[in-house]
Structure formats: structure tokens, C-alpha cells
């Protein structure tokens, strides 16, 4: 199984304990896309991420697409806005393996006051593992809460 990191790939120093534990995730920048660039979020597939017919386990695929959906629309502005899932649509093309580069592909479809949408390709060499679309709700940014004395 190779455990190659393509060019221009480095690796991905954001996400919580659940994310983290499925990594190590990688991104680069997809300079085609804007004036900024735009992230596409990638991770080689290993045993552990498979089911039980030892391809990569649908959950899996899944928490790609949301979570490159979800970092690509929080960070298309400035400063990163926040965000959670309101809805979130998945498709399965076709399967991914133990060795797969798979890259997560993001169109930001609308950016509006309250919900943003958007679209996701999973991809691996020339396949399409999966699609996917999600609603996402624009949110205040969080303030500290104030901590009690003592």
C-alpha cells in the first residue's frame, strides 16, 4: 500500500478529537479556484478506515465530504466564519480502497446572510467515490465565557 503524499499536499493542523483520530488529513490550495485559492482536503485510506468488505467505510466518506464542505465554506471568508450543518446529502459512485488518495473537491453553490450551500466531489485518480451537498447555517463568531473567580 503506498504511503506516498502527492506534491504540494501538506498536512492539515485543524479539527477536533474526532477528525484528528482519522487522520493524518492533508490540504493544499487549488489556486484555479478565486483570487485566493481555494483548500482541497485529502487523506490516504488505511485498513483501519475500512468495513467489513475492506473498502472504506461509508461513515468515513461521509465525515470527508462535511468536513471539507464545512472548512472550505468557513474559511471563504474573512475572518473564517462560523458554521454548522443544517443538511447534508450524500451519494456513493463507487468504492475506495486500502492505498487510495482520495481528494475532496468543494464549489461554494450560494453564500447568503444566514445559510450557505455547497458542493462536494470525492475523488481518487480519475474516479468519483462520492458526491455530496450541504446546508450550511452562518453563525455569530463565539464569545469567551466569562469564567468565575475562584
Request: charged share 20%.
Amino acid at each position: 500500500m503506498s504511503t506516498d503524499i502527492p506534491d504540494g499536499f501538506k498536512p492539515l493542523k485543524r479539527g477536533g478529537g474526532y477528525l484528528t483520530s482519522l487522520g493524518p488529513w492533508y490540504y493544499r490550495i487549488d489556486e484555479a479556484k478565486g483570487e485566493n485559492g481555494q483548500i482541497v482536503l485529502a487523506i490516504r485510506v488505511e485498513d483501519r478506515h475500512t468495513n467489513i468488505r475492506h473498502i472504506a467505510h461509508g461513515g468515513f466518506l461521509v465525515t470527508m465530504v462535511d468536513t471539507a464542505l464545512g472548512i472550505v465554506v468557513s474559511s471563504s471568508r474573512e475572518p473564517p466564519q462560523p458554521i454548522v450543518t443544517v443538511s447534508l446529502t450524500t451519494n456513493f459512485i463507487t468504492a475506495a480502497e486500502p492505498g487510495d488518495w482520495i481528494e475532496a473537491h468543494v464549489d461554494i453553490d450560494r453564500m447568503g446572510g444566514r445559510l450557505a450551500y455547497a458542493s462536494c466531489t470525492l475523488r481518487t485518480n480519475d474516479r468519483t467515490i462520492m458526491t455530496g451537498t450541504g446546508v450550511f447555517a452562518l453563525m455569530k463568531p463565539a464569545t469567551p465565557r466569562e469564567q468565575p473567580d475562584g
